[in-house]
Structure formats: C-alpha cells, structure tokens
Nanobody, 123 residues
C-alpha cells in the first residue's frame, strides 16, 4: 500500500493559479497510473486529470487547456498546475495511485487516496 499526501491548495481569485502536489511514500508513479480527482459536497468525486506510468497525461474537458500534469520521479511527486481558475473549480482535490488505466481513462485504487487539499476560487 502507498501513502499519498496532497498539498498546495488554498484561496485564490478567479483567473489565478495554484500548483497542487501529490507526494508518494514509494516510487509508484513510474510503475502505475495515477489520477487527480475533485469533490464538492453532495456530488460524486470527479476525475479531472490522470497520468499513465509512462507519462502520458489526460484531462477532463472542463479543465483541458488550463490544468497541466507533471512528474518528478526523484521526488516521487506528481504536480497539478492549475491556471485560469474559475469559481467552479472550487473543491477538495485528491490524488490516487495504483489504479487501472483502461480505454483512455483511469479507474481508482480503493486503498490509495490522500487526505485531500482544499481549493477555493473566489473574489
């Protein structure tokens, strides 16, 4: 089992930027796929971006062109750079690793969730 720790959330004005980090307790990102999700109260957790073990990145239509995934294997960390943030991006953001990449999407591992980091976009 891998432990994941998200960080980098906060309060930002519309149009601003944030960079979220997902740090893993072991080298999992170069071995398995991973995903970033977000959740608002009362709604299902939504997959916003995911990356394969060989570094291919995929994005939900709602964030395409604004969010970018990157990876630092030496630090066992994946980053989610978010720009041009909108109020509707407000959510708790979670990372997940070790799930399955199939047919262009990521299916989460039930046992590998971080604690989440709050992103609030508001003026």
């Amino acid at each position: 089992q891998v432990q994941l720790v998200e960080s980098g959330g906060g309060l930002v004005q519309p149009g601003g930027s944030l960079r979220l980090s997902c740090a893993a307790s072991r080298n999992i990102f170069s071995i398995n796929a991973m995903g970033w999700y977000r959740q608002v109260p009362g709604k299902q957790r939504e997959l916003v971006a995911h990356m394969t073990s060989d570094g291919r990145a995929y994005y939900a239509d709602s964030v395409k062109g604004r969010f970018t995934l990157s990876r630092d294997s030496a630090k066992r960390t994946v980053y989610l750079q978010m720009k041009s943030l909108k109020p509707e991006d407000t959510a708790v953001y979670y990372c997940n690793a070790g799930g399955t990449f199939r047919s262009g999407t990521y299916y989460s591992s039930p046992s590998s969730w971080g604690q989440g980091t709050q992103v609030t976009v508001s003026s």
